[in-house]
Each structure stands twice: as C-alpha cells, then as structure tokens.
C-alpha cells in the first residue's frame, strides 16, 4: 500500500534546532535491551507516549514490509499507543522501520498487536545481517484481467447489453484486483482510521449500489494501477539510499596469523586486522595503508571526481574503489562504525528531523480529510432533505468527495522531495543531519569560517628566504634545515621541507629554547634558529631585519632568523597557504548572495592578509572559541547564519549557529558530531552546492506542494459544480500522488 491518509502524527522531530550526533540508532542488545547509546540522535526524534518508566527499559526494531507512509504509521500509532508498556515510537517509513521503547517482555505483545493490523512485522536484531528493505514482487497478470473485464463491461454499458452483464464483469474486474483494498479499507475502519483504502471502498460500494457498475470496476482499476506505479516510485527513492549500502563489499581478503590470505565477511573483521585490497576491487573498510601505493577512487564517500593517490600511512575508506595498485591496510574501523555506515546511518537519521514545510502538511492534512469528509456527508444529505435534489445525484458527488478528501499526495510529496535531496547531497559528499537543514540552507545570509584547516590548509610551508650576510641561500637553508631537523614543531617542518636535501650536517649541543626557537652547534659554529627575542639575545637588536620583519608580518607571513654568534645571516618567511578551493567558494558565496566573515585566532596582520587574498567580506582576528562563539550569536541577529570549523574551538560556535558546517575528512570529532552538515573531503565548494540543492529541493516541495491542493482544489470544485467524477476523483488522489513523486524523484539527479 502506497497512498497515505489522514497523517495523524510521524515519529520526527518537531524541527527543533537541535544538535544531534553522527551515530543514528542506538543498537539493540541481543537480549533486546538497548545498549547505552549518547542522549541525542533518534532518541531526540522519538515521541513518547506517556512518561518514561518501565515503558521504555528496552527499544526493539521492527522491519514491516507493508508500512510504506502515514496510512500504515497512523494505524500503527493508535494500535501500539493504547498499550500501557509501550513508551514510544520511531517511525522510519522510507526504510519500512519502526522503533518501540517498551517494558521487558513486551515485545511478544507489540508483534502480535501489529499482526493484528494485517501486517508482518519483522524483529531487527543487532548483529545479525541486515539486509536492505526490498521492494514486494507485484503480480500484475490479474490486473491485467482485471483491466480487460473493466473494460468489456464500459463496451457492454455503451452498446446497450443487459445490465446483469455489466455487473457480472464489473464484480470480476472488481474481485481480481480489488479485495485487497477491501480487506485493508475494513481493518482501517475497524480501527477508527478513514484511510485511502476505507474511503475509495466506501465510494466503490456506494458506486455499485447505485448501478454505476463500469464505472465501479475501472475507478478500482484505474486505483490499483496506480497504486502499484507510485510504490515503484517510492522504492526509487528507497534505493537510492539502498545504493550506498550495497557500496561495501560482503567479504575482504585478510591476513591470518600463518601469514595467509582468507576471504571473511567485512562484518566479522575486527579494528587492527591486515587487509587486502587487489586493483579495482572496492575497499571493505576504512583504514591506513602498511605496504602498497595506488589511486583511490573516492567519490561514493567524499564526492570527488578524480582519484586521489594515496601510499603508506594514508587513510582509506570502505566503499571507495582501488585503483591499479595493490595495497594492504591496517582496519582502524568495524564494518558497522565505517565512514560509509555513519554517512547510510545519517542519511537514514535526518528523514526523520521534520522541515518546517513537512510539519505544515502535517498539521493540515489533519484538518483537511475530516473536513472534507463532513462536506461529502452534507452534500449527501442537505440538498435532497431541503432542495428537492434527487438522492441519486448528490451520494455520487459525495462519493466522488470522498476520494478527493485523502490528502495522499500532499503528505507524500515533502518527505520524497526531502529523501531525494539529502542522498543527492550524501553522493556529493555533503552530509546532512535533518531535512530541517536541507530547508533552511537556501536562507543563508552569513557565512563564519574558521582560517586554519578550513580556509587555508593548515599546515606551513616556506614562502621565502632572504640572505644578509655573505652566505649563499642555498647553504643558509641546508643550516637552517639541519637544526630544523631536531624540532617537531610546524614551523621547523616546513623549513625542514623546503630544503633541497633531508640529509642535513650533524649538529651538536643541539637546545630547543621554548618560545623563541632552536640552538645548536654545526662544524664547531654555534647557530641559532628563531623569532625576534632569540635575535636579541643572540646578537642584538638589527633595525634592518625588525623592519623586513615586520613587512612580512603584514603580509600574514612569519619570519624566522638564522643567526650565528655574531650577526644575522638569514630570514626565511612561513607562512599558512591558502586552499584552491577557498578562492573559488567565497566568489560562489558572493554570487549567491551570502556574505562571509572569517573568525581567527590568528593576529591581526595575517588574518587580514588571507582575508584580502580571498576577498572575505570581513575579518576578526584574535578570537579566543568565546570570541567566536558571541560573533555567531551577533550575526544569527541579523539573519540566517551558517558556521565552518574543523576544531575544538570551533565547536561552541558551530553549536550556535543557524547551521553548522564541519570540515569532515580533518575535521575533529567534536567538530562533525557538534555540526549539522559535514563536508567529507574538505572542499568548501560544497558549501555552495549545498545551498544551490536547498533552493532547489525547496522548490520542488513548493511545486509538489502547489500541484497536489491545487489538483484537490480543482476537482472538488468540479465535483461541487456537478463536473466531477469517480475517475477523475482517482485522478485527484493516486494521479496527484504520482506527479508529486515523480517530481521529487528528480533531485536524484543532481
């Protein structure tokens, strides 16, 4: 079943602009109790029904095959929350999961009670393969039959034939294809819920105790056909997100402790194992590369379109797609906790944090069916009672009402579009927490980011080096890069990296001078490798080079002197290199009309320079994470505003802001579990993108939302002015219901 009516209510957030982690689920004990899982995530998403106690001292997920929208999840909230062990309820209607907090030994209950619904539940236990929801296989041979009966009794209707012989094919066309709806439309009404299956087998009851008998079959038909074309549409999108999960292999070849190679299933390989990946093969989970060299094919994780080449010490994920080389890497992740199963674990999780648009199809769905239903039963009864109308006449608008009187369309439209939007964004490498996020990206006024790792790539290099006494530059940097060789500290590594040769002269009495640099003697000489204050002690004040220090300084670049006992010999310049992509992101920011200001620890005369070199509207240097934090909140004041950061500091920022942007390949763990939205493979061209597919997604709800009340509103309106019929009260629902999907369905494209 495919159609959904009179929502009564999902298991989503409320769009609270809440803060989530990364990890979607909490696991479910073999026992069946939950295993202590952090306060956010789909916790935050559940609804209880009733203060937490012993209601909720265990969550079992439940796989049901026939709970495809808020048809089934209306049915289901009603039958389970009349049940006093039973505390709350998640529903995931894209995956067909529902989640239960309830007392020990309910579970047995709750399945029962939910078999009682006419569905087949099916218990998720933890550990246990867990395959993807497939879609049910549909018989289409007798609605075919179906169809052919239909229509040889429309044939008998117009050529004059008997009535009992419209009436025996109508039944037929009616019993091959329609008993389903009938069986589903009385459990419905049994529990109190007017649901599209109730309402179209009232209308086709009373069609047919009118002696509209053609009509009858083909509007059942015309309804079931339908049906099955939207729920080949829906598992679209349900695939979609299937397709990241098929991304892992089922086995990878692994090293035993006899040194040979076994093919074992990737959900059994445990943290630190050897693995081996041949060329081409997909790599089974994320680790460091021990032995091998190859480019990596990363674009199912992080969105990229060229391969990256990666060798020893480097970092790999499951999912992505070895290139010509073979390589062997150290698992640093299970099979369940991979980059690739938090981004399916996402993507799954922010279905369920409503957008403001979906909260508003909820709310009006609710007044919609009841309301219209009441004026199908006035049009029944008041104009034959009170203006002579013949009775005939006005049940059939009634009827024809109450088809138009499921708002299926309406309420399937926002979480397809939404779905279909945020694995766009995951194929991209743009993780989203909420469809709330995906919404409000389009709003986007200011945009904060942090320098250091986001704007530039966070580490130094050389950009300079000027001489000052006799020594040639290449001889003062083979000194400078033999002390620097002794110092862990980045900038001697970038000193260290720029030298021609890593094999420096042996250095002796080597001394790290905490914050002013290195010292160390080099063929009998004392050198000295440092800022400012190791000068003056060295050798003195030099106006010459405090001056071309401070040049550099204004360039955003810091200076470093190599000094011997009696004067300065050289000055070299680092500095924090801006990323390619930084350039291009803050042009496509302007276009869009988003302005941006960089929040830095950094001094004054770097951040300036950086932000002068990429064109940043504005610039605040010196900021402690507080600093950060209160220029978020002034900036919220003035308009919807967005947070990138990679670090520690950047979290409470990043917490406070309308959306919170990590920087998701370097970013800390604190940074991508305190965001809203993580950029795998640290491009903030992303970001971009990201707001580009939020004004689309949220014209595509715009338009789903227009076409499904403006197709209800027409045909009522016919109806009421005596134009409408059964066939075109199906069009309304299940033809409406179709256009929206479909649409929706077009963001997979992005």
């Not at 026939?66 to 089934?72: F, G, K, S």
């Not at 053609?214 to 829906?234: D, G, H, K, Q, Y």
């Not at 041949?278 to 021990?290: A, F, M, Q, T």
């Not at 992505?320 to 080389?325: C, E, F, K, R």
Request: net charge neutral; aromatic share 4%.
């Amino acid at each position: 079943m495919s159609n959904c009516c009179n929502k009564s209510g999902c298991g989503g957030a409320q769009g609270n602009n809440h803060r989530g982690r990364f990890s979607a689920f909490a696991p479910i004990a073999p026992g069946g109790g939950a295993v202590p899982r952090a306060a956010s995530g789909a916790a935050e998403n559940a609804i209880p029904l009733r203060p937490a106690g012993d209601a909720a001292g265990e969550r079992s997920r439940i796989r049901i095959m026939q709970m495809d929208c808020p048809v089934e999840e209306a049915m289901i909230r009603k039958k389970l929350g009349a049940m006093s062990d039973v505390g709350g309820l998640e529903f995931d209607l894209m995956q067909r999961v529902l989640t239960v907090s309830h007392a020990p030994d309910a579970r047995a209950p709750i399945l029962d009670a939910i078999r009682a619904l006419g569905f087949e539940p099916e218990l998720l236990i933890e550990g246990e393969p867990q395959p993807a929801a497939e879609a049910q296989p549909m018989r289409w041979r007798p609605l075919a039959l179906a169809a052919a009966a239909a229509a040889s009794a429309e044939a008998l209707h117009w050529t004059g034939f008997p009535a009992w012989a419209q009436a025996a094919l109508a039944l037929l066309a009616i019993a091959l294809c329609g008993l389903n709806t009938f069986k589903k439309g009385w459990t419905a009404v049994r529990n109190g819920n007017l649901n599209i299956n109730a309402l179209m087998s009232i209308a086709v009851t009373g069609a047919l105790a009118l002696g509209q008998w053609p009509e009858a079959a083909m509007v059942m038909v015309l309804f079931t056909l339908a049906e099955r074309l939207e729920a080949r549409s829906l598992d679209r999108a349900r695939n979609a997100i299937d397709a990241l999960i098929r991304l892992t292999p089922e086995t990878a070849s692994v090293q035993q402790p006899d040194g040979s190679w076994r093919e074992t299933e990737t959900t059994r390989i445990a943290t630190g194992s050897r693995v081996r990946a041949k060329p081409g093969e997909r790599i089974g989970l994320d680790g460091v590369i021990v032995s091998g060299r190859s480019a990596i094919n990363q674009a199912p994780v992080t969105g990229e379109s060229l391969p990256v080449d990666k060798g020893e010490g480097d970092t790999v994920f499951a999912g992505t797609i070895n290139g010509a080389g073979a390589i062997e890497y150290r698992v640093t992740a299970t099979a369940d906790n991979s980059t690739l199963a938090r981004i399916i674990r996402v993507v799954g999780q922010a279905q369920q944090a409503k957008a403001p648009v979906q909260r508003f199809v909820d709310r009006f769905s609710r007044i919609y069916t009841p309301v219209v239903c009441a004026l199908a039963l006035a049009t029944a009864l008041l104009p034959p009672l009170f203006t002579g109308g013949g009775w005939h006449e006005w049940i059939y608008k009634a009827l024809v009402m109450l088809v138009i009187a499921c708002p299926c369309a309406l309420v399937i439209s926002t979480p397809v579009t939404l779905v279909s939007g945020l694995t766009a964004a995951a194929r991209h490498g743009i993780l989203i927490k909420g469809g709330i996020y995906l919404e409000e990206g389009r709003r986007l006024k200011w945009l904060a980011l942090d320098k250091t790792g986001t704007l530039t790539h966070g580490r130094p290099r050389q950009t300079d080096i000027h001489t000052l006494g006799k020594l040639d530059e290449a001889h003062c940097q083979t000194l400078a890069s033999s002390l620097a060789g002794y110092s862990d500290h980045p900038v001697s590594q970038a000193l260290l990296a720029a030298a021609p040769a890593r094999a420096g002269l042996a250095v002796t009495g080597f001394t790290a001078l905490p914050g002013r640099g290195v010292r160390g003697v080099i063929a009998g000489k004392s050198y000295s490798l440092g800022n400012l204050r190791l000068m003056a002690e060295s050798v003195g004040d030099d106006e010459a080079t405090t001056a071309a220090l401070r040049t550099l300084e204004q360039q955003g670049k810091t200076g470093v002197m190599l000094c011997d006992e009696e004067r300065v010999l050289a000055l070299f310049a680092v500095a924090d290199t801006v990323k390619a992509s930084s350039r291009e992101a803050i042009a496509q920011l302007r276009a869009l009309g988003v302005r941006t200001v960089m929040l830095t620890g950094d001094n004054r005369w770097a951040a300036q320079a950086i932000g002068a070199q990429l064109g940043i509207d504005k610039v605040q240097s010196e900021q402690l994470p507080e600093d950060k934090l209160q220029a978020v909140e002034k900036l919220t004041r003035a308009g919807t505003t967005g947070m990138v950061g990679d670090g520690i500091n950047d979290a409470p920022a990043l917490a406070r802001a309308s959306i919170g942007f990590a920087m998701g390949a370097m970013g800390t763990d604190t940074a991508i579990e305190t965001a809203d939205v993580a950029l795998m493979d640290d491009d903030l061209c992303k970001i971009p993108l990201f707001i580009r597919l939020a004004k689309r997604t949220y014209a595509v709800l715009i338009q789903n939302l227009t076409l499904a009340i403006g197709i209800k509103a027409l045909f009522l309106a016919l109806t009421l002015a005596g134009m409408g019929t059964l066939w075109m009260a199906v069009f309304a629902d299940v033809g409406a219901s179709l256009l929206v999907v479909a649409n929706g369905l077009r963001l997979l494209r992005q």
